[in-house]
T-cell receptor, first 112, second 114 residues
Framework: AQSVTQLGSHVSVSEGALVLLRCNYS??????LFWYVQYPNQGLQLLLK??????LVKGINGFEAEFKKSETSFHLTKPSAHMSDAAEYFC??????????FGKGTKLSVKP | EPEVTQTPSHQVTQMGQEVILRCVPI?????FYWYRQILGQKVEFLVS????????KSEIFDDQFSVERPDGSNFTLKIRSTKLEDSAMYFC????????????FGAGSRLTVL
């Protein structure tokens, strides 16, 4: 079975500070891993994906994530937070039938 | 950019009523999905649909739920007799045949059961 765990349901950073959102996965097969973002009253938008190519994956809006097999992690980072980054972020692992298994989400707040 | 569209954006219904949520997936996509997100909780997989049949469903997707692709464009989720705990945001998603599980999601339909 596959699963993801997101550490921290709420993260608050100052504008310009580093963003680090943590995700650990469990998978018996090489995983496909994803980060999705959900802005208020909107759907889920793909930020980036890992599909067994490069371990450092760059996504939209300056986000990136590094796949670390030894740590079973896929943490999301951004060097400098912007007010517009305030949203909820979901880590997900690809399931056997193409469905996704999501973590509980981390709400990111950005303080001016 | 192609998008998945969902209607209605918000529906309020009485307990025991039937509800149909509609989705128009991206036109060249072949896999279709429904997910739900109860307020404050994680996004949960309900069902996947391919080649006019259900390919996988979760334990949430019981006999009260059904899906249908009535024509070449729409993909619907029906809840036969709604319960209070069906109140949630329902997301439709689709992906092409080859796409490394990269799903495109709609904006969601919020269902409120009173």
């Amino acid at each position: 079975a596959q699963s993801v765990t997101q550490l921290g349901s709420h993260v608050s950073v100052s504008e310009g500070a580093l963003v680090l959102l943590r995700c650990n996965y469990s998978s018996s097969v090489p995983p496909y891993l994803f980060w999705y973002v959900q802005y208020p009253n909107q759907g889920l938008q793909l930020l980036l994906k890992y599909t067994s190519a490069a371990t450092l994956v760059k996504g939209i809006n300056g986000f990136e994530a590094e796949f670390k097999k030894s740590e079973t992690s896929f943490h999301l980072t951004k060097p400098s937070a912007h007010m517009s980054d305030a949203a909820e972020y979901f880590c997900a692992v690809g399931g056997s039938q193409g469905n996704l298994i999501f973590g509980k989400g981390t709400k990111l707040s950005v303080k001016p | 950019e192609p998008e998945v569209t969902q209607t209605p954006s918000h529906q309020v219904t009485q307990m025991g009523q039937e509800v149909i949520l509609r989705c128009v997936p991206i036109s060249n996509h072949l896999y279709f999905y429904w997910y739900r997100q109860i307020l404050g909780q994680k996004v949960e997989f309900l069902v996947s649909f391919y080649n006019n049949e259900i390919s996988e469903k979760s334990e949430i997707f019981d006999d009260q739920f059904s899906v249908e692709r009535p024509d070449g464009s729409n993909f619907t989720l029906k809840i036969r007799s709604t319960k209070l705990e069906d109140s949630a945001m329902y997301f439709c998603a689709s992906r092409p045949l080859a796409g490394a599980n990269v799903l495109t999601f709609g904006a969601g339909s919020r269902l409120t059961v009173l």
